[in-house]
């Protein structure tokens, strides 16, 4: 992929050049030419007027200099080595688009956010700060902005109702405050082949009763890494799972991520439950948070919380290749790639690429996956109706601190790099889709048998129960650090989960009480619960017809149901 990118530059570099002073169409042109071609959903008059437009609404700010901000990943190279010096050549703006870690963006901008000085024009930075953007009111209403001061700088063709991810950047008061860029889900991976493979289905259904297949459940997910773990496959003994466990921050992210969700922490509600998410955070009608431990009505430290974290260490310890407990998040990455694992809980879309590469042991020859995506299982907790996964959306912010003709220069190539004539390109790099119009574009129907079901993931209804962090986080970076020490302890030994949990939330809660106190978020900042036990939170839930916090259930075992991988993809279709 990096091969592609460094050549897209070069061509882009040959044929447009750098000089503002010939910015225009035929620089669009060349452009259209040389990197998209037909693989847009605008047909070439459509790409062209699209182009013209930039062009038109770009003359006033000609010749500024803006910069931008992303973490590194591959479509954010792809806009910074390709796409910015394109609508640099185009329109007149230099675009400096900065590709740092993810933690940098973070920091860029809350120094923005406190000091008020203009740091970077724009940042593409995570939707799990929603909450945090709504309730500083640091950053601009994208609704507001677009019907006021930005609305000369606003495509005509931006066409919001084809982003798929905006009721994740949406806040409670019904504006958006970002625009998506990339998106990419936590999906259940395993081995197709091995799953198809009549000794292996005779040999599981002979001991547990029941057919070999995807499994809906974790009970079903965990007689499955059992069979697996150390039967031996092509002369090798392999294993049933894969995850890692050291303590470092990659460890927090395994779980915000919406791990205790799929356990069945939380409430019902898509794109997250309410009044409890999945972080087990509770807020009140108002959308204040008002806890997070459960004897403030909250879940974080309730028995599908403890679940989930008995379940992932038990699982770990058990099943996974014994070097998988000392690893960070990029150190086990790659591993199931390596054709010695039959199936992973929780692996990031956005990877797809790296999974498909020609000669790794889990590719065919003819270069199609022996592995497929699927919907992840849920744990004893989960209810229908209740999110079953995380989705990544990192999405472009405009702080109000940017001032006005420096951010309508930035909001024109945000629109640029997420626009219809480009993003169909821009998808087939990245594999981060954000649009339906290019999910259903037909060359992503020719590309997907050999992208391991991502596609028909995607096209599938399944997909809404995907979502990124939710509102009801008041101060995303204050709250996300504190999970990997917590859970580490756990990984390390150092505490149970129940300890780990109940150090967690009554963290949480300590940063939810210095906002209260401060008042710096107003009358959406958190107002601490009375406390009371289990049984009454528990009773209060029930009768105002919620779920969290779940008594404990016993035991938390649930019948095993599996899924054929095929019926199931049939029946998305139909």
């Not at 995807?214 to 002369?235: H, K, L, Q």
């Not at 996974?320 to 010695?340: I, L």
């Not at 270069?367 to 995380?390: E, N, Q």
Request: proline share 5%; net charge negative.
């Amino acid at each position: 992929m990096r091969r592609h990118i460094l050549a897209s530059t070069s061509v882009i570099a040959l044929i447009l050049g750098s000089s503002h002073a010939f910015a225009g169409m035929d620089e669009a042109k060349a452009f259209l030419d040389a990197e998209i071609k037909d693989l847009s959903t605008l047909d070439r008059a459509g790409q062209e007027a699209e182009m013209q437009w930039f062009i038109d609404a770009a003359k006033p700010f000609a010749g500024m200099d803006i910069k931008v901000v992303s973490e590194t990943i591959t479509t954010h190279e792809y806009e910074s080595k390709v796409l910015a010096p394109a609508f640099t050549a185009i329109t007149g703006i230099k675009i400096t688009h900065d590709l740092i870690g993810e933690g940098d963006v973070i920091e860029k901008l809350q120094t923005q956010m406190q000091s008020k000085e203009n740091i970077y024009d724009a940042y593409v930075n995570d939707s799990d700060l929603i909450g945090t953007h709504w309730r500083y009111q640091q950053a601009r209403s994208l609704t507001d902005w677009m019907a006021n001061e930005g609305k000369d700088v606003t495509n005509p063709g931006l066409d919001l109702a084809d982003f798929i991810g905006t009721s994740f950047t949406t806040a409670p008061d019904g504006k958006l405050y970002q625009l998506p860029d990339q998106q990419f889900a936590n999906l259940y991976w395993f081995r197709y082949d091995w799953f198809n493979d009549e000794k292996n289905k005779a040999d599981f259904k002979a001991k547990y009763g029941y057919d070999l297949g995807v499994p809906v459940n974790w009970s079903a997910y965990e007689d499955i890494a059992e069979f697996f773990t150390g039967r031996e496959i092509d002369g090798k003994k392999v294993y049933g799972h894969m995850d890692y466990g050291k303590k470092d921050p990659s460890l927090g992210w395994r779980f915000t991520d919406a791990w205790l969700s799929m356990a069945g922490n939380g409430d019902k509600g898509i794109p997250n439950g309410k009044p409890v998410d999945e972080w087990g955070i509770k807020v009140d009608e108002n959308s204040r948070p008002v806890g997070s431990c459960v004897a403030r009505g909250g879940d974080t430290n309730g028995p599908a919380s403890v679940y989930s974290i008995e379940k992932y260490l038990q699982w770990l310890k058990a099943y996974a290749p014994a070097a998988a407990q000392g690893m960070t998040f990029s150190e086990s990455g790659p591993v199931p790639s390596q054709g010695e694992v039959a199936q992973q809980m929780f692996t990031y879309t956005a990877f797809t690429a790296d999974f498909v590469k020609p000669g790794l042991p889990v590719v065919n020859e003819d270069g199609t996956p022996k592995w497929r995506f699927a919907p992840s299982p849920h744990g004893v907790y989960w209810k229908d109706g209740m999110k079953l996964g995380y989705q990544d959306v990192g999405s472009w912010t405009i702080l109000k601190s940017t001032p006005d003709d420096r951010a309508k220069a930035a909001w024109l190539y945000a629109q640029f790099v997420t626009s219809k004539t480009v993003d169909v390109k821009k998808s087939h790099v990245g594999l981060t889709l954000i649009r339906e119009s290019s999910i259903q574009h037909k060359s992503f129907t020719e590309r997907a048998p050999k992208l391991g079901g991502l596609i028909e993931f995607y096209r599938s209804p399944a997909r809404v129960q995907w979502s990124p962090t939710g509102t009801n986080i008041p101060d995303y970076p204050k709250l996300a650090q504190l999970w990997w020490q917590a859970i580490g302890d756990a990984s390390s030994g150092a505490k149970t989960a129940q300890e780990a949990m109940d150090s967690l939330c009554a963290e949480q809660e300590k940063v939810l009480e210095r906002l209260e106190r401060a008042g710096v978020q107003g009358d959406i900042g958190p107002k601490l619960a009375e406390e009371h036990d289990l049984a009454y939170w528990n009773a209060d839930a029930v009768k105002k017809g919620n779920l969290a916090p779940q008594l404990k259930i016993e035991p938390e075992k649930d019948k095993p149901i599996t899924i054929n991988y095929d019926e199931l993809v049939k029946s998305w279709q139909k």
